[in-house]
C-alpha cells in the first residue's frame, strides 16, 4: 500500500500545482524520482514531525493542499497538540498519511504501536479518518477527498486485506446479507472476519471510513444484534454512530484494541490473537453471541 501511496501523488502532482509533501525521514527513496521532478514541492524535513505539522499550517494558510507522511505514534500521539491547534482551530486543510498503525511495527514494542490514532484524530473537529484495506481502496479515497478542504487521515496498513484486486468504490458496502446478527468491520480485520463468518448465517458491512460514517447503510438491519470488530482502540466508530442517533434494538457489542499497553512482542498475527481479535476468536466472540439470542 505504500507503493501505491507514491504512485497516487506522482500521479496527483502534474494536475494539482499546490499539492506539497512532506516527509520526515520515512518515504524519501519511494519518492525518489519526485524530488527530481518536483524539487520545490516536496521536502524532507526529517525528524520534526512537531515541527512538520505546524509547518504544513502556514502551507495550507498560503493556498497549498499539504501531505505529511511518517510512522503513526509520531505523526499523530507527538504531533497531536499541533494538528489540534495549528490545524483544527484555525480551520486548515492537510492530508495525514500514516504507516505503523496500531501494531504494524509490533517488533519494535510500545514505542511504535499506535492503536490510539483512530481515537484521537476522531475527537478533533474538521477531520474525515479513513483506513483503505488494500492499495485501490487507497487510490479511492485519496483523490476523492484529498482536497476535500479537511484535515483527512489516511491510517496506510502493512497488513493489508487479501481482496486486494477488489475496489469499492464506497465507503461502506454490505458484503452478505444473514439473519442471526449484523456484523460491522473496518478495514484491514475484513480478511479475519470473512473467515470467521464464511459459513454463518449473518450479515456483513464492510468500511473503509470512520469519519464521516454513512450511517444510512445501517438502517436496514435496525432490528438486527450488532457487532462491531475495529483494528485500533475500540470505541470510535461506536461513538459515531451513536452521536448521529442510531439506536440499536437487540443490542450492540463492540471489539477492539483494548486500551492497555501491549508488552507482549511477536508478529502482526500474534498480537491479534494475544488481544483476541485473530480469525478463532472473532469467530468464538461472534457464536457466543449467536447462542445468546
Not at 498560503?62 to 511518517?70: K, L, M, Q, V
Not at 504531533?79 to 495549528?86: F, G, L, M
Request: charged fraction near 20%.
Amino acid at each position: 500500500m505504500r507503493k501505491q501511496f507514491v504512485e497516487t501523488v506522482e500521479n496527483i502532482f502534474p494536475n494539482d500545482e499546490n499539492l506539497i509533501l512532506l516527509l520526515c525521514d520515512i518515504g524519501v527513496y519511494g519518492f525518489r524520482n519526485s524530488f527530481k521532478k518536483y524539487p520545490n514541492r516536496i521536502y524532507n524535513i526529517g525528524v520534526l514531525e512537531q515541527s512538520t505539522v505546524s509547518m504544513s499550517a502556514g502551507l495550507s494558510l498560503n493556498g497549498f493542499t499539504p501531505i505529511i507522511h511518517t510512522i503513526a505514534p509520531f505523526l499523530i500521539e507527538r504531533s497531536y497538540e499541533q494538528i489540534k491547534i495549528d490545524l483544527c482551530y484555525n480551520n486548515l486543510k492537510t492530508n495525514l498519511v500514516s504507516v505503523g498503525n496500531s501494531f504494524d511495527y509490533s517488533g519494535l514494542g510500545c514505542t511504535h504501536h499506535c492503536p490510539n490514532d483512530v481515537m484521537l484524530i476522531n475527537n478533533l473537529p474538521n477531520t474525515n479518518i479513513f483506513l483503505p484495506g488494500n492499495k485501490l481502496e487507497f487510490n479511492h479515497l485519496f483523490n476523492k477527498y484529498y482536497n476535500s478542504g479537511k484535515i483527512n487521515y489516511f491510517r496506510i496498513t502493512e497488513n493489508p486485506n487479501k481482496l486486494s484486486t477488489i475496489s469499492f468504490q464506497e465507503e461502506s458496502i454490505i458484503l452478505k446479507e444473514g439473519k442471526k446478527m449484523t456484523i460491522l468491520v473496518v478495514g484491514n480485520l475484513l480478511d479475519n472476519v470473512l473467515d470467521a463468518t464464511s459459513d454463518l448465517d449473518v450479515s456483513l458491512i464492510y468500511t473503509n471510513t470512520v469519519k464521516p460514517f454513512d450511517i444510512n447503510i445501517l438502517r436496514r438491519f435496525r432490528n438486527s444484534k450488532f457487532l462491531i470488530f475495529e483494528p485500533y482502540t475500540q470505541g470510535a466508530l461506536l461513538n459515531n454512530i451513536l452521536n448521529s442517533g442510531f439506536s440499536f434494538q437487540k443490542g450492540l457489542f463492540n471489539y477492539g484494541v483494548p486500551n492497555e499497553f501491549i508488552d507482549k512482542y511477536g508478529n502482526y498475527s500474534e498480537i491479534l490473537k494475544f488481544i483476541g481479535l485473530d480469525t478463532q476468536s472473532i469467530r468464538n466472540k461472534i457464536i457466543k453471541h449467536i447462542n445468546n439470542e
